[in-house]
């Protein structure tokens, strides 16, 4: 579904990834872990094609980034920046409407396909109710959700997204992701996304790609990736890990006084 050839990513005179060789395919679910400032949301803005490499290529359904038309990589590949701004006082259906533009072709308005699939998202991330409100009275956690409806509604087979746990309380985190993961499994899409969560990641994830900052990267199944002495390295802070039915627990170390 996306794949990158050698991908060069700088800030300044620093290397945050070199050389990445790296793909994930449909039914995959990603996860992109990394300490503050390690490269990850720069990543994800270039793979989503809003930032330019400093070397190598992207390339979704094996075409390079700069072969899509804008509108063509809209019904491809949707994005969920970390953070907005909401200028103008728009509703939420009409805020969630704007993700069909992709489809409109020649026309301008909505029609009622577009006014289904919209409901239908809000409905999936549990804020229905709020369709008529005002996108500046929303909380943070009901914002968020409705920024993630948006790009359900986009209906595209490549989802990213930096970090969209974020401003969710707990119950919401854990159902936001778990419907991620269920796309990926019954519908065959790939999510790629940004979390701090290392819990919630693998027990969501088939795969972890893990960046250091320094241009280092490690990808591939949680499995293998997800390992307390290797997250330890890339996180900088040691990492301990339980099992506990049947499941993995991640703790940050710490020493005794």
């Not at 989503?48 to 400093?54: E, M, N, Q, V």
């Not at 920024?147 to 707990?170: G, M, R, S, V, Y």
Request: hydrophobic content about 40%.
């Amino acid at each position: 579904m996306i794949r990158t050839e050698f991908l060069d990513l700088k800030v300044g005179s620093r290397t945050l990834v070199r050389q990445l060789d790296w793909a994930a395919r449909p039914g995959e679910c990603w996860s992109i872990i990394g300490r503050n400032g390690a490269g990850k949301s720069t990543l994800l803005r270039t793979l989503a094609g809003l930032h330019r490499p400093d070397g190598g290529a992207v390339l979704v359904g094996g075409r390079p980034l700069d072969a899509w038309a804008p509108e063509e990589l809209a019904r491809q590949r949707a994005f969920l920046a970390q953070s907005r701004h909401d200028a103008f006082s728009y509703s939420v259906i009409e805020t969630v409407l704007s993700a069909r533009h992709p489809y409109h072709a020649e026309r301008y308005w909505e029609g009622s396909d577009d006014h289904q699939v919209a409901m239908r998202a809000l409905a999936d991330m549990e804020v229905s109710e709020l369709a008529g409100r005002d996108v500046r009275t929303l909380s943070g956690g009901e914002r968020q959700r409705v920024a993630i409806a948006a790009l359900l509604a986009q209906e595209t087979q490549l989802l990213l997204l930096d970090e969209p746990a974020n401003a969710l309380d707990l119950a919401h985190q854990v159902s936001v992701m778990a419907l991620l993961a269920k796309l990926c499994r019954e519908q065959g899409k790939t999510v790629v996304m940004i979390g701090h969560d290392l819990n919630l990641a693998y027990r969501i994830s088939t795969h972890a790609l893990l960046l250091n900052g320094d241009g280092r990267w490690q990808a591939g199944p949680v499995e293998d990736t997800m390992q307390p002495a290797l997250l330890g390295d890339y996180l900088g802070h040691p990492i301990d890990m339980i099992e506990h039915g049947g499941r993995r627990i991640f703790l940050p170390f710490e020493a005794t006084p």
